[in-house]
């Protein structure tokens, strides 16, 4: 977008199931990790696990549904100076029952100098990977750190 787009001064929306935008979160990119030059990055996500409407769109419906739900949202009509589209088909791991008891048990087997992390263990946020990622490399450093103090 135009970098003086007027955007609300926040970071993005999650949008509930249960309400008319089709996208299910709006990233205001630029608010979270800087402006870039004279333009304003945004990243709408559409679909939810058993959404097919959001699987067979195809990219120009996306594109405006993504025009549409930033009026919506924002009351904010834009002119993008780029678009691009990325699908992550099937991208979400879906935890089951017993999820966290399966992690557990892959941990609890693992030699305490090797650590696993990643989404489909711990959630598929930023904060939740970065989180589980330190704790891993926290665990291999105590790990180690003993095994030299032997």
């Not at 996208?23 to 630029?30: G, Q, W």
């Not at 993008?80 to 557990?104: C, K, L, N, S, T």
Request: aromatic share 6%; net charge negative.
């Amino acid at each position: 977008m135009p970098g003086g787009t007027a955007f609300p001064h926040c970071s993005g929306v999650l949008v509930a199931g249960d309400e008319s935008p089709h996208a299910k979160a709006i990233t205001l990119s630029s608010r979270k990790w800087g402006q870039r030059g004279d333009v304003a990055l945004l990243r709408l996500s559409f679909g939810r696990f058993g959404d097919e409407p959001a699987l067979t769109a195809s990219d120009d419906q996306l594109l405006a549904w993504a025009a549409d739900d930033l009026v919506t949202v924002f009351g904010v009509a834009v002119d993008p100076v780029d678009v691009r589209v990325r699908r992550w088909i099937e991208a979400m791991p879906q935890y089951g029952p017993g999820h966290a008891d399966v992690v557990a048990e892959l941990r609890a087997g693992l030699p305490p100098t090797l650590a696993v992390a990643g989404s489909y263990l711990d959630g598929i946020g930023v904060p939740a990977c970065v989180g589980a990622a330190g704790r891993a490399v926290t665990s291999v450093i105590e790990a180690l750190d003993a095994q030299v103090a032997r």
